[in-house]
């Protein structure tokens, strides 16, 4: 929680800093371009992460199996539910209003600017390298990778912190973040509610179909506390290992490092692809801090809206909903 004060420090003060500079806007373009770097160094640092964590490389078995079908069902839950949402309530792709056609054409010219398979492969490159640097590169520079793990954790952390930043500032820049926050309404509930159900729901249909086909899959309260962690992967497999949990503890590390690492990778594409609110549930607890940004340039500027407000449910869902599906 420290951590989300600090990242959410450093947003609000960047953006009223750019506050006081939108007279000079056309000298801060660069941002943008400067935003996409740091984008692309963070996920080369999590790539690395990942490929020199012995307990991500060691786990690619029965378990990691498990993760990754978790994972596609969760995701795949979270956008179904948020997909029949926002039908319901008559919103369009972009998560505007189907009347208001002229708004709508605007920002398809705006959202389609620097969005799609272009950037999506970008950061699915930087992954890849990262963590083929982190399995085969890294063992050979530090001897103890727990050391590694460590400071490059803080790496992570200033990195996060500076891209914040750059988002904080191109909100203020822009300067109509609160017009946003009024503009979305009542939908701006109803669409994180959905993200989180689908997830639960479809993780416990993953569980009853895995029953059929593993002797040793996990349990329905066993799968649905796994996809509960909803990307938060310090925290959540420390609760279920803690409790007990053990195979349930191990898959939910995998399933939330996958979860976080496909909204880094597939936000821009899923916005331009399917719609930018179904984008924003990718991430799970990432929406409201590492995948912000991408939000922010990936989709319209309503939209941060939406991927904070999902992102916030999801983090306090986390501590609630896993803590009551290991205590029953």
């Given at each position: 929680m420290?951590?989300?004060?600090?990242?959410?420090?450093?947003m609000i003060?960047?953006?009223?800093?750019?506050?006081?500079?939108?007279d000079?806007?056309?000298?801060?373009?660069?941002?943008?371009?400067?935003?996409?770097?740091v984008?692309?160094?963070i996920?080369?640092?999590?790539?690395?992460?990942?490929?020199?964590?012995?307990?991500?490389?060691?786990s690619?078995?029965?378990?990691?199996?498990?993760?990754v079908?978790?994972?596609?069902?969760?995701?795949?839950?979270s956008m179904?539910?948020?997909?029949?949402?926002?039908?319901?309530?008559?919103?369009d792709?972009?998560?505007?209003?189907?009347?208001?056609?002229?708004?709508?054409?605007?920002?398809?010219?705006?959202?389609?600017?620097g969005?799609?398979?272009?950037?999506?492969?970008?950061?699915?490159?930087?992954?890849v390298?990262g963590?083929?640097l982190?399995?085969?590169?890294?063992?050979?520079l530090?001897?103890?990778?727990?050391?590694?793990?460590d400071?490059?954790?803080?790496?992570?952390?200033?990195?996060i912190?500076?891209?914040?930043?750059?988002?904080?500032?191109?909100?203020?820049?822009?300067?109509?973040?609160?017009?946003h926050?009024?503009?979305?309404?009542?939908?701006?509930?109803?669409?994180?509610?959905?993200?989180v159900a689908?997830s639960?729901?479809?993780?416990?249909l993953?569980?009853?179909?895995?029953?059929?086909?593993?002797?040793?899959?996990?349990?329905?309260?066993?799968?649905?506390?796994?996809?509960?962690?909803?990307?938060?992967y310090?925290?959540a497999?420390?609760l279920?290992?803690e409790?007990g949990?053990e195979v349930?503890?191990?898959?939910s590390?995998m399933?939330?490092?996958?979860?976080?690492?496909?909204?880094?990778?597939?936000?821009?594409?899923?916005?331009?692809?399917?719609?930018?609110?179904?984008?924003v549930?990718?991430?799970?607890?990432a929406?409201?801090?590492?995948?912000?940004p991408?939000v922010?340039?990936?989709?319209?500027k309503?939209?941060?809206?939406?991927s904070f407000?999902?992102?916030?449910?999801?983090?306090v869902?986390?501590?609630?909903?896993v803590?009551l599906?290991?205590?029953?």
């Amino acid at each position: 929680m420290a951590l989300l004060a600090l990242y959410w420090g450093i947003m609000i003060v960047s953006y009223v800093i750019a506050s006081k500079l939108r007279d000079k806007k056309e000298k801060f373009a660069f941002t943008e371009e400067l935003t996409n770097i740091v984008i692309y160094l963070i996920v080369l640092l999590m790539g690395l992460r990942m490929g020199s964590n012995e307990e991500v490389t060691s786990s690619l078995g029965t378990i990691g199996v498990q993760s990754v079908i978790i994972t596609i069902f969760t995701v795949a839950g979270s956008m179904g539910f948020v997909f029949v949402a926002r039908k319901l309530m008559k919103l369009d792709k972009q998560g505007m209003s189907l009347n208001d056609a002229a708004a709508v054409a605007e920002e398809k010219e705006e959202g389609e600017n620097g969005s799609g398979l272009r950037f999506t492969l970008m950061i699915l490159i930087f992954v890849v390298a990262g963590m083929l640097l982190g399995y085969f590169g890294i063992p050979a520079l530090y001897d103890d990778l727990n050391y590694f793990q460590d400071i490059s954790g803080d790496w992570l952390v200033v990195g996060i912190c500076v891209l914040l930043g750059l988002a904080g500032f191109n909100l203020g820049i822009a300067g109509n973040i609160f017009e946003h926050f009024k503009g979305v309404g009542y939908t701006v509930a109803v669409i994180p509610v959905a993200a989180v159900a689908g997830s639960f729901i479809l993780a416990a249909l993953y569980s009853l179909i895995a029953s059929i086909f593993m002797d040793d899959g996990l349990s329905v309260r066993e799968a649905v506390a796994v996809s509960a962690g909803f990307g938060w992967y310090t925290f959540a497999p420390g609760l279920l290992s803690e409790a007990g949990f053990e195979v349930a503890g191990a898959v939910s590390f995998m399933h939330n490092v996958i979860r976080e690492t496909l909204g880094l990778v597939l936000i821009p594409l899923i916005a331009k692809k399917v719609g930018y609110l179904e984008a924003v549930c990718v991430p799970g607890v990432a929406a409201m801090d590492v995948c912000l940004p991408l939000v922010e340039r990936s989709c319209r500027k309503e939209t941060v809206v939406y991927s904070f407000c999902t992102g916030a449910l999801m983090c306090v869902s986390v501590p609630v909903v896993v803590t009551l599906c290991i205590g029953g």
